[in-house]
């Protein structure tokens, strides 16, 4: 099976003042202003083009350190000899082993001394981007967006957390697994 590739483009904001929001699509050349000069990328060889209908990501902030997100998207990854019902039934089972792996990429650390961290410090707008989500109330939103249910299972996980953590700190460790 070839590899795939996908030219993603993406915008987002502050949402009701309380959350973040993220939309995303397949980048057209329509897209690229021509002033910037920036080329259309290309896919590399032997590489199967993904199709991005669109992607929605509504992030929830429920502590400083703990956000819920929910997200849809539609896409087609142009696997033919694969019915879309098997698709569907496989994409179900394995999003929250991918939401795990992306859990584990995007903690603080990781980000120290990348090129993620030097593109958005040198960026004014990564500036804007950061005044506007300080502003947010955090877990105002939940009772907004989440249903008691997730409510409660995150309560339920930050009591279990606060425990762990005080159990480790008394045997000199300790810290947050979100």
């Not at 703990?66 to 019915?83: E, G, Q, R, T």
């Not at 039934?89 to 795990?100: C, D, E, F, P, R």
């Not at 409660?152 to 425990?163: D, F, L, S, T």
Request: charged share 30%.
């Amino acid at each position: 099976m070839a590899n795939r590739h996908l030219r993603l483009f993406a915008y987002g904001d502050v949402y009701n003042n309380d959350s973040v929001a993220i939309y995303a699509r397949d980048l057209r050349k329509f897209d690229l202003d021509d002033a910037l000069k920036i080329e259309f990328p290309t896919k590399p060889d032997g590489a199967v083009a993904l199709t991005l209908y669109f992607a929605g990501f509504h992030i929830i902030p429920c502590s400083k350190n703990v956000s819920f997100l929910k997200c849809i998207f539609c896409l087609d990854p142009h696997l033919d000899a694969l019915p879309i019902k098997l698709l569907n039934y496989m994409v179900s089972k394995t999003a929250g082993v991918l939401l795990n792996l992306i859990r584990d990429h995007v903690k603080p650390k990781k980000m120290k001394g990348s090129e993620y961290e030097k593109r958005m410090n040198s960026k004014p707008v990564y500036d804007v981007m950061r005044k506007r989500m300080e502003e947010i109330q955090f877990g105002e939103s939940m009772s907004r967006y989440l249903t008691k249910q997730q409510i409660q299972e995150y309560k339920k996980k930050v009591e279990a957390e606060m425990k762990k953590k005080e159990s480790k700190c008394s045997n000199g460790g300790g810290g947050w697994l979100w």
